[in-house]
């Protein structure tokens, strides 16, 4: 499933495919009626060929709700952030983050990019990026955590040295008797 290869940049990075299931529905609030989208969950592996969809493939379609599938994703992983993936392993709910690009014209909300990288979530969510979270599917639990075992080194703790205040302070203070 991992495939360690190097970039432009001669990093190494791994690689994860995954398909983004997203469900679709009309809300009504008041008197407007808005597209509301979710992501259902995130699916490990490699889609069929035929399955491959840069657009969304319809799966399903009841009573008003669609559910889409996008396929053609990569969870990469960079060792210069398995910090962020052990913060999310180790978190009440290991979790992947979907990023979306929202289309204000037609109400679409496609996926772009899935990663399991607390920071770089954060990154997309500052720039005003819609981003979703899914549970993370146990394939991927166990190849992030495999990832993190092998590259991450916790950084050292430092002993802070207390600064003597009292002294500090004693000098500023004017002498004990006299009030001004």
Same mark, same amino acid.
Request: glycine share 8%.
């Given at each position: ?14 690689? +994860? ?55 053609? +994703? ?8 398995? $910090? ?54 146990? $394939? ?25 205040? +009292? ?14």
């Amino acid at each position: 499933m991992t495939m360690p290869i190097k970039n432009r940049s001669g990093v190494e990075e791994t690689r +994860f495919p995954v398909s983004v299931l997203m469900a679709h529905e009309q809300i009504t609030m008041g008197q407007w009626s808005v597209p509301r989208w979710r992501v259902v969950g995130v699916v490990a592996g490699e889609p069929d060929a035929g399955d491959q969809s840069e657009e969304g493939r319809l799966v399903h379609d009841e009573d008003g709700k669609q559910e889409y599938l996008w396929s053609g +994703f990569e969870i990469r992983l960079y060792r210069d952030a398995t $910090e962020s993936y052990w913060l999310n392993l180790v978190g009440q709910q290991p979790s992947l983050f979907v990023v979306c690009r929202e289309d204000q014209t037609d109400g679409r909300c496609d996926p772009i990019v899935v990663t399991a990288n607390y920071d770089e979530a954060g990154a997309y969510m500052e720039a005003d990026a819609t981003v979703m979270s899914a549970p993370m599917p146990p $394939e991927v639990y166990r190849w992030l955590e495999h990832y993190v075992v092998e590259h991450f080194q916790p950084a050292e703790g430092k002993s802070r040295r207390r600064e003597p205040w +009292f002294d500090a302070q004693a000098e500023q203070l004017p002498p004990r008797g006299r009030r001004h």
